[in-house]
């Protein structure tokens, strides 16, 4: 392993700043009302059992296993979800009712409840509250109007920002990375070929899915925006003997990639890049981005996609891999930060199948001309991670990330397994393809 792999300056202190606790200790009558509201919403519960216990109290919400929802035949319906949820601090009420997800998730960062299955204890609260999310995705369509007119005011994040956000996760440490990644270093969903398949041959198969896509040759100049540790490069220039111009912004991916391509042999085949997207130039036959657009502002979806023009030959084509939310939810997620954006991606979002294909319409003359969808291979890459991520606990101790930051990251990888278990989000390949490109995609929609 290298001297920047091993790299062990780990830089938490921002996320932990973030997730810092802002609750008074001790009974009082919002935590009672806060208990009692959520109690209540817990009571509507139809399908799954969630138990909570709370000192010498507990009590089992939901369906007996023979009971189903009205109307609808037991066949029909999920399987079945049953987990338990110890409340160790009176907090954890008012912080859910308070705050949603972050204030979930905030609980079980303070540990003020604990569960042994965290996955299921989201994917029920996912499941069971769907009825609540419509009403304020119906709330959010009425208010719309005037909410996008005032987001559309708020400043953005410039380079500078981007910058320290990016940093705020990435510059962890490669060293810390690296003890639940697979050795691609692909920290992005992977495809699996079979159920039995590695995480590192899932990672290496949706590489060469992107490849084949692409129809990537050793005539080709594929211009990566967003290199991650290299590990699509590198496979791109090792079996397709094309060039490849790749950019980040995080220095610590930055300096491992750099090694990777040396050791790799392709320095004269790959190019790196400390460029922000905004500032890329030049004309390449091929474009890829891997979940890189989570990390651009809504407002910048045309500028985003307009560059990815302004880079493409006119019969070119551009892959994007992308993490969604469905459209109905898109709007109400702007101005709303979730766990995710709160504790672990700092100005990160979401965008939607609707809000991609707008902007291409809006900006470009790109047309999509493939779209494919494969959520249970990310719930796949998420479980395998998160397995790994406890297996090597004391390794991540050592790093002197303590008990309280692996507890936020256990839950985030939790949270997003859940997510795309229930489809709260989805994992999306898009295919643009230049006004000058006339063929037909040769790779086939993933399964699982």
Same mark, same amino acid.
């Given at each position: 392993?290298?001297?920047?792999?091993?790299?062990?300056?780990?830089?938490?202190? %921002?996320?932990?700043?973030?997730?810092?606790?802002?609750?008074?200790?001790?009974?009082?009558?919002?935590?009672?009302?806060?208990?009692?509201?959520?109690?209540?919403?817990?009571?509507?519960?139809?399908?799954?059992?969630?138990?909570?216990?709370?000192?010498?109290?507990?009590?089992? +919400?939901?369906?007996?296993?023979?009971?189903?929802?009205?109307?609808?035949?037991?066949?029909?319906?999920?399987?079945?979800?049953?987990?338990?949820?110890? #409340?160790?601090?009176? %907090?954890?009420?008012?912080?859910?009712?308070?705050?949603?997800?972050?204030?979930?998730?905030?609980?079980?960062?303070?540990?003020?409840?604990?569960?042994?299955?965290?996955?299921? #204890?989201?994917?029920?609260?996912?499941? /069971?509250?769907? *009825?609540?999310?419509?009403?304020?995705?119906?709330? /959010?369509?009425?208010?719309?109007?005037?909410?996008?007119? &005032?987001?559309?005011?708020?400043? %953005?994040?410039?380079?500078?920002?981007?910058?320290?956000?990016?940093?705020?996760?990435?510059?962890?440490?490669?060293?810390?990375?690296?003890? +639940?990644?697979?050795?691609?270093?692909?920290?992005?969903?992977?495809?699996?070929?079979?159920?039995?398949?590695?995480?590192?041959?899932?990672?290496?198969?949706?590489?060469?899915?992107?490849?084949?896509?692409?129809?990537?040759?050793?005539?080709?100049?594929?211009?990566?925006?967003?290199?991650?540790?290299?590990?699509? !490069?590198?496979?791109? !220039?090792?079996?397709?003997?094309?060039?490849?111009?790749?950019?980040?912004?995080?220095?610590?991916?930055?300096?491992? !990639?750099?090694?990777?391509?040396?050791? =790799?042999?392709?320095?004269?085949? #790959?190019?790196?890049?400390?460029?922000?997207?905004?500032?890329?130039?030049?004309?390449?036959?091929?474009? &890829?981005?891997?979940?890189?657009?989570?990390?651009?502002?809504?407002?910048?979806?045309?500028?985003?996609? !307009?560059?990815?023009?302004?880079?493409?030959?006119?019969?070119?084509? =551009?892959?994007?891999?992308?993490?969604?939310? *469905?459209?109905?939810?898109?709007?109400?997620?702007?101005?709303?930060?979730?766990?995710?954006?709160?504790?672990?991606?700092?100005?990160?979002?979401?965008?939607?199948?609707?809000? &991609?294909?707008? =902007?291409?319409? /809006?900006?470009?003359?790109?047309?999509?001309?493939?779209?494919?969808?494969?959520?249970?291979?990310?719930?796949?890459?998420?479980?395998?991670?998160?397995?790994?991520?406890?297996?090597?606990?004391?390794?991540?101790?050592?790093?002197?990330?303590?008990?309280? +930051?692996?507890?936020?990251?256990?839950?985030?990888?939790?949270?997003?397994?859940?997510?795309?278990?229930?489809?709260?989000?989805?994992? /999306?390949?898009?295919?643009?393809?230049?006004?000058?490109?006339?063929?037909?995609?040769?790779?086939? *929609?993933?399964?699982?």
């Amino acid at each position: 392993m290298t001297d920047e792999m091993t790299d062990t300056r780990v830089r938490p202190e %921002r996320l932990l700043r973030r997730a810092a606790s802002e609750y008074a200790a001790g009974q009082s009558a919002m935590i009672r009302a806060s208990r009692a509201t959520v109690l209540r919403l817990m009571e509507s519960m139809t399908h799954d059992r969630l138990e909570i216990i709370e000192g010498e109290w507990r009590r089992e +919400f939901g369906a007996s296993p023979s009971e189903s929802p009205a109307g609808q035949a037991s066949e029909q319906l999920p399987e079945q979800l049953k987990a338990t949820v110890t #409340v160790n601090d009176p %907090r954890a009420w008012q912080a859910i009712a308070r705050e949603g997800s972050i204030g979930l998730g905030r609980g079980y960062i303070e540990q003020w409840w604990h569960s042994d299955n965290p996955v299921d #204890v989201v994917r029920i609260i996912i499941r /069971n509250l769907a *009825p609540l999310d419509e009403l304020r995705n119906q709330i /959010n369509r009425v208010t719309k109007p005037i909410g996008d007119r &005032v987001r559309r005011l708020t400043p %953005r994040a410039g380079r500078d920002d981007n910058r320290e956000d990016i940093s705020a996760h990435y510059d962890l440490g490669n060293s810390f990375f690296s003890l +639940f990644l697979d050795p691609t270093m692909t920290y992005s969903s992977g495809i699996f070929p079979q159920v039995e398949a590695t995480m590192e041959e899932a990672s290496v198969n949706k590489y060469d899915i992107l490849i084949d896509s692409l129809g990537l040759s050793a005539d080709h100049h594929l211009l990566e925006i967003g290199t991650g540790w290299g590990g699509m !490069a590198i496979r791109a !220039a090792e079996r397709t003997g094309c060039r490849v111009t790749t950019t980040t912004i995080s220095q610590a991916q930055l300096a491992v !990639a750099r090694r990777r391509v040396e050791e =790799a042999g392709l320095a004269d085949r #790959v190019t790196l890049l400390d460029s922000d997207w905004r500032d890329l130039n030049g004309q390449y036959d091929r474009i &890829v981005s891997i979940e890189m657009i989570e990390a651009v502002d809504w407002r910048d979806y045309d500028a985003f996609f !307009a560059t990815i023009e302004r880079c493409l030959t006119p019969d070119g084509l =551009a892959s994007l891999q992308a993490i969604c939310v *469905p459209d109905r939810r898109y709007d109400r997620t702007k101005n709303t930060e979730d766990y995710i954006r709160r504790f672990i991606f700092p100005g990160g979002f979401l965008p939607s199948i609707g809000s &991609v294909s707008q =902007a291409v319409a /809006n900006a470009t003359r790109l047309q999509i001309v493939g779209l494919s969808d494969f959520g249970a291979h990310y719930a796949e890459t998420l479980r395998r991670w998160r397995h790994r991520f406890d297996e090597r606990s004391d390794e991540i101790e050592t790093l002197g990330l303590d008990q309280r +930051f692996r507890r936020v990251w256990r839950f985030y990888l939790a949270y997003c397994e859940a997510g795309f278990l229930e489809r709260h989000c989805t994992v /999306n390949h898009f295919h643009l393809a230049g006004a000058g490109w006339r063929g037909s995609l040769t790779a086939a *929609p993933p399964a699982f």
